[in-house]
């Protein structure tokens, strides 16, 4: 079965740097664009970054320049840095994939998520 699994999240200083890796297993196919989402209880999901296979990227206006978004197409792996963190970034970072299915139609997967607080 598909799955995408996440690590690196954690406690962190304002300031501080993190980086979060996701991967994905069980594909069969292939995976198209990939991603990290991020959410807070009771809010919506929010886009961080995404990533397609020819290294596109696209971030969020809050993150950009101190995140960056990197791809292991070999391992379908993902990674996002992320620097000069502040505590609005304190949320649970989710990662999702979009993979070609065997009808050659395409569907989203999510991973659990990582948390990430930033507090002094």
């Known amino acids: 079965q598909v799955q995408l699994v996440e690590s690196g999240g954690g406690l962190v200083q304002p300031g501080g740097s993190l980086r979060l890796s996701c991967t994905a297993s069980g594909i069969s196919t292939s995976v198209l664009g990939m991603g990290w989402y991020r959410q807070a209880p009771g809010k919506e999901r929010e886009l961080v970054a995404t990533?397609?296979?020819?290294?596109?990227?696209i971030y969020a206006p809050s993150v950009k320049g101190r995140f960056t978004i990197s791809r292991d197409n070999a391992k379908n792996t993902i990674y996002l840095q992320m620097n000069s963190l502040k505590p609005e970034d304190t949320f649970t970072y989710y990662c999702n994939a979009e993979v070609v299915l065997d009808s050659m139609g395409y569907r989203d997967y999510w991973g659990k998520g990582t948390l990430v607080v930033v507090s002094s």
């Open positions: 990533i397609t296979g020819d290294g596109m990227t």
